[in-house]
């Protein structure tokens, strides 16, 4: 997002745009106006404006265009551009209203907010300062916390960070490209268009259908297209300067401006983005920023007031819309619907208008001496701020990269049945949620010799649990379960079981699954869904296994704020013993995870269920799950619940969130 001072308009018979200190030009204001209010409806409404994160894009462009036309201004008037006044200007423009944001957020999660998302704000936050936020949610969003925590307020200050990088650099290539061609601007122009083809050749190149395009959304490299035709947009405007471009150009403003807006509706597909859409957008978009600098009907269009003066603030709209609409939600406030939408509105508008009266207006006003000694108060407090908060994860396995699986786990029975229960453990036995049925799948006399279990990190809590007791009936586990698998995530999770169908021909599947498929349920609707449950159990029972599906594993309602666990994903689960007869049985081991009145505590009746984010399983916990389980299925024995397992080194993940575990 791109929010720099801007050229006058330029005269019928000049190039665009010579720029004076202060001198705006209102049709670039209405451009910024449509640009953050683009990104803004898409935040809020994701599926009235699919491509709406495109404003993002045209701020680059902006961004490149005239901060390369105030380079060349400079030179032009004074034969050198004074770097550090370029970035002292920079700084006061953008960096004091950050400060405020990232103070405000971080007193707000501190006091508020929940505790999983305190350690993400305060990593994103001092990234954000340093202004490598978009590399650090390269490295992060691969992670468990990036999909079980709620959404980051920081998230979209990616690209602030992207564009303080192009600001360092671009100045530099500038000022050396310039000198050493003395003065002549071609060779800059042939730099320009070389880095724009390498960028959106990486991008293509790099980008693979089905998997996550992060790296290439967030990555520097990637993105420059968008800054590097906005430099050669104004290259080319000061280059061609005859009336006969100059008409061209104003006729192609409106169809140009068409085009983009258009977009902002279909360009969505990520192939065609990736694959030359984000640089084919740029290119209409510097069209439109060039044609908007002259006098015509697209200047007439933009340059009017309200759009002028949204333009202005909008980069405070910008830092402010995300933060909002993250914090202030139906579990946060007691408003809903149209009242919800009011109250994010005014939130909004309230405070770009504090950032830009108290903070932004004063601070760009200020003698240079006074700027210089406020500047280290601000990133200090900032700073403070973002310290303050914690800094472990409270999630479980946070750190967890989710976009590979790892080998499962293989446990073989013991060598001896003799099994002795440790003193020092009181074992939690539990009744069984459910009678065993007269079509049991598993027959207590011929215990199943190979159990595969499927399942997300519930399952990978529950796995030490029930291996120790599957083990001492004399079967081997083959644990499969991860932190953030699903029916349908990641990619080719469903391949890599099959294959263990394969290899070792379970007689039995215990599956216990979480929400992580309720986007794939939004987005494709219930029947896909089914479709991909009944290909699931296929799957499973190719080689004559039976299967032993479980309930969403329950929790988080410990933290408030978080999000809670409601199971919806059971309601296509719990149908399929109809659907499979004798293949497939249903069993909710929600009963001893829950308290009387319905709640997840952390601890019930001296037993610690869970670690501090709410949800993941401790040692009792597993146990539980575990006993319920052997409970269902004839096989239970308090022998199996002792010290060994108990150690295993997932539950002091996060650190310490199991004691004495």
């Not at 009017?304 to 830092?319: E, T």
């Not at 609409?325 to 579990?331: A, D, P, Q, W």
């Not at 001496?369 to 800094?391: E, F, K, M, N, S």
């Not at 029975?413 to 598993?442: C, D, H, L, N």
């Amino acid at each position: 997002m791109t929010i720099v001072a801007l050229a006058p308009v330029a005269e019928p018979s000049r190039s665009p745009p010579s720029r004076a200190q202060d001198d705006r030009i209102g049709g670039l204001d209405g451009l910024r106006a449509v640009a953050v209010g683009a990104v803004v409806v898409y935040h809020q409404w994701p599926d009235a404006l699919p491509a709406g994160f495109l404003g993002v894009d045209l701020f680059m462009v902006l961004s490149g265009f005239l901060i390369t036309g105030l380079l060349l201004d400079e030179r032009s008037r004074t034969g050198a551009v004074r770097l550090g006044s370029f970035w002292l200007r920079r700084f006061r423009r953008l960096v004091p209203a950050l400060l405020a944001l990232l103070a405000v957020v971080a007193i707000w999660v501190q006091v508020v907010g929940p505790a999983t998302l305190k350690p993400t704000v305060r990593g994103q936050g001092l990234a954000s300062l340093l202004y490598v936020g978009n590399w650090k949610l390269v490295s992060d969003s691969t992670s468990y916390a990036s999909l079980s925590d709620p959404p980051s307020p920081l998230l979209h200050l990616w690209s602030l960070a992207i564009e303080e990088q192009f600001y360092v650099i671009w100045p530099l290539v500038v000022v050396g490209v310039l000198a050493l061609a003395r003065g002549r601007r071609r060779p800059l122009a042939l730099l320009a268009l070389a880095g724009t083809l390498a960028s959106a050749g990486l991008m293509a190149a790099w980008f693979i259908p089905g998997t996550d395009p992060l790296r290439l959304y967030y990555g520097t490299d990637t993105r420059a297209q968008a800054f590097l035709i906005g430099a050669l947009a104004m290259l080319a405007a000061r280059h061609f300067t005859g009336e006969r471009a100059r008409r061209g150009l104003r006729r192609a403003g409106m169809p140009a401006f068409a085009v983009m807006v258009a977009a902002f509706a279909w360009l969505d597909s990520p192939e065609s983005l990736y694959r030359g859409g984000f640089g084919a957008f740029a290119v209409v978009a510097a069209v439109v920023v060039v044609a908007v600098t002259m006098p015509g009907p697209l200047a007439r269009l933009l340059d009017r007031s309200p759009l002028r003066l949204i333009g202005r603030v909008s980069y405070g709209i910008y830092l402010w819309h995300w933060p909002v609409i993250v914090l202030v939600t139906e579990r946060t406030v007691p408003a809903r619907g149209v009242a919800l939408l009011v109250l994010r509105v005014a939130l909004i508008a309230a405070a770009t208008a504090l950032s830009w009266c108290l903070i932004e207006r004063p601070y760009k006003r200020a003698s240079p001496t006074l700027a210089l000694r406020l500047a280290p108060c601000g990133i200090a407090a900032a700073a403070a701020c973002v310290l303050a908060l914690p800094g472990v994860p409270v999630v479980a396995y946070a750190s967890f990269d989710v976009t590979r699986i790892p080998t499962p786990s293989v446990v073989a029975p013991p060598t001896s049945t003799s099994v002795v229960t440790s003193s020092s453990v009181t074992p939690f036995v539990v009744a069984p949620s459910a009678p065993p049925t007269s079509t049991a799948i598993v027959d207590p006399v011929a215990p199943p010799s190979t159990v595969l279990l499927i399942g997300d990190s519930g399952m990978y809590d529950a796995t030490p649990a029930l291996s120790a007791g599957l083990t001492l009936v004399g079967a081997k586990v083959i644990g499969t379960a991860y932190p953030g698998e699903g029916l349908t995530q990641p990619a080719g999770v469903r391949d890599m079981w099959a294959e263990w169908v394969r290899r070792e021909r379970p007689d039995l599947v215990v599956v216990m699954l979480g929400a992580w498929d309720t986007d794939f349920v939004a987005t494709n609707g219930d029947e896909a869904y089914r479709q991909v449950v009944d290909e699931t159990v296929g799957l499973f029972t190719a080689g004559g296994a039976r299967v032993l599906w479980l309930s969403e594993l329950p929790g988080r309602a410990a933290l408030p704020g978080a999000i809670v666990d409601a199971g919806e994903q059971n309601r296509f689960y719990h149908v399929l013993p109809g659907r499979y007869p004798d293949v497939v049985e249903y069993l909710d081991i929600t009963r001893p995870l829950l308290a009387a009145d319905g709640t997840a505590p952390r601890a019930l009746d001296g037993h610690l269920l869970r670690k501090p984010d709410g949800w993941h399983l401790c040692p009792d916990g597993a146990a539980a799950v575990a006993h319920a389980v052997l409970s269902h299925l004839g096989l239970d024995d308090p022998a199996w619940d002792g010290d060994l397992w108990r150690a295993d080194a997932r539950y002091d993940n996060p650190l310490g969130g199991c004691p004495n575990s």
